[in-house]
Nanobody, 124 residues
Framework: EVLLTESGGGSVQAGGSLRLSCAVSGYTSSMYSMGWFRQAPGKEREGIAA???????SYGYSVKGRFTISHDSAKNTLFLQMHSLKPEDTAVYYC??????????????????WGQGTQVTVSS
């Protein structure tokens, strides 16, 4: 069974930083494309960062230059380092995995497996 478990969410003031983690079990995460997505109330799920099995990355326009996605193969864990957080970054953040994708896609329908989400709240 593929299982993704996010952690590291919380509340922070604007300009602060957080690091999200996604523990992976049931497969070797380095063989998949993996991504971070977020969904704010009343909005569609948004792809914000992805990394593929070759280590190539892509970012959504709204987070480029502020967020960094990385992967620790030894720990089978995906990370999202977030800096310069803004109130508009407030959302539930999800990690996801997609076997067989070529390239770091940030398109939600490309992903098969999803975590339960972790809340990030940024206050002004």
């Amino acid at each position: 069974e593929v299982l993704l478990t996010e952690s590291g969410g919380g509340s922070v003031q604007a300009g602060g930083s957080l690091r999200l983690s996604c523990a992976v079990s049931g497969y070797t995460s380095s063989m998949y494309s993996m991504g971070w997505f977020r969904q704010a109330p009343g909005k569609e799920r948004e792809g914000i960062a992805a990394i593929d099995s070759d280590g190539s990355t892509s970012y959504g326009y709204s987070v480029k230059g502020r967020f960094t996605i990385s992967h620790d193969s030894a720990k089978n864990t995906l990370f999202l380092q977030m800096h310069s957080l803004k109130p508009e970054d407030t959302a539930v953040y999800y990690c996801a995995a997609a076997p067989g994708i070529i390239g770091p896609s940030i398109v939600p329908p490309d992903y098969n497996y999803w975590g339960q989400g972790t809340q990030v709240t940024v206050s002004s």
